[in-house]
């Protein structure tokens, strides 16, 4: 073998070492001649854009559980109160909005602090009633699966496309609410995840049911445990299954953890 073709065979070697590393833009689609899937999985800060427009038919929930984060932490960076009512062509802030630190001269500096005796008042009913209410709308929830099925995929934590499970199944299987709650989200618009579900089921933990191939439910609307939300399908997905994901505060959790033991 002559140097100048042992250089040509290294050379070529190099190139296809590179085009397999992580992050090379085309370790998928360019030595498999297939587009990359779509991800379900929340782009992290640094990836997203700081700005979302309003589609029709968008939630702020499920512009929270698109982006992975609590719905009351996008709230807050918009402003927004309950019950988080937006519009389609709003501009959502997607990240946190920046610190302005005040001007130098607008700075004064602290006085020593007064101490005053603090009068506890004596709480009225509507404290207790709304003690009760917080403590009532994260009471512990009763689970039950979703469907019947073999397990296919199973979460893991630190794969950005398995933040659920996924059940294979027959396409028009009943789906059904795990958990009793109200719908935050019904329809087709995040990628990824087909015609989807999105359920709260109180202030902490939410559920989604996605690939399906009839919905049952609108937004806000109240759900039972064990109510049939939807069939079954493959949109967006290779085969009929559910993918199933539990979110605690925005973020995925294994829903194995919550789910009764299977028999």
Request: proline share 9%.
């Amino acid at each position: 073998m002559t140097p100048h073709y042992r250089s040509f065979v290294m050379l070529g070697v190099l190139l296809l070492l590179q085009g397999c590393m992580p992050g090379n833009r085309y370790t998928y689609g360019y030595y498999t001649g297939k587009t990359r899937p779509p991800t379900s999985a929340a782009e992290t800060p640094a990836q997203r854009s700081d700005v979302h427009i309003v589609q029709k038919g968008e939630t702020l929930y499920s512009i929270a559980f698109d982006i992975g984060e609590d719905v009351r932490t996008v709230a807050d960076w918009n402003n927004i109160r309950p019950p988080y009512t937006i519009y389609p062509n709003q501009r959502i802030r997607l990240t946190p909005p920046p610190v302005v630190a005040p001007p130098p001269h607008q700075r004064v500096a602290s006085k020593p602090a007064v101490i005053t005796p603090r009068v506890v008042p004596k709480p009225s009913s509507q404290t207790i009633t709304a003690a009760k209410s917080t403590t009532t709308n994260n009471q512990k929830i009763s689970w039950q699966w979703p469907t019947n099925g073999k397990i296919i995929s199973t979460y893991a934590a630190k794969d950005s496309g398995k933040k659920g499970i996924d059940i294979a199944g027959k396409s028009g299987q009943p789906i059904y609410a795990a958990a009793s709650g109200q719908v935050v989200y019904s329809g087709n618009g995040l990628r990824g995840y087909g015609q989807l579900i999105i359920i709260k089921h109180n202030d902490t933990y939410f559920s989604a049911y996605a690939h399906n191939r009839r919905l049952f439910v609108k937004d806000d609307q109240k759900v039972n445990k064990g109510q049939h939300i939807a069939d079954m399908g493959s949109t967006e997905a290779d085969r009929p299954m559910l993918h199933f994901e539990v979110r605690r505060d925005g973020r995925p959790v294994d829903p194995l953890l919550y789910l009764p033991k299977r028999r």
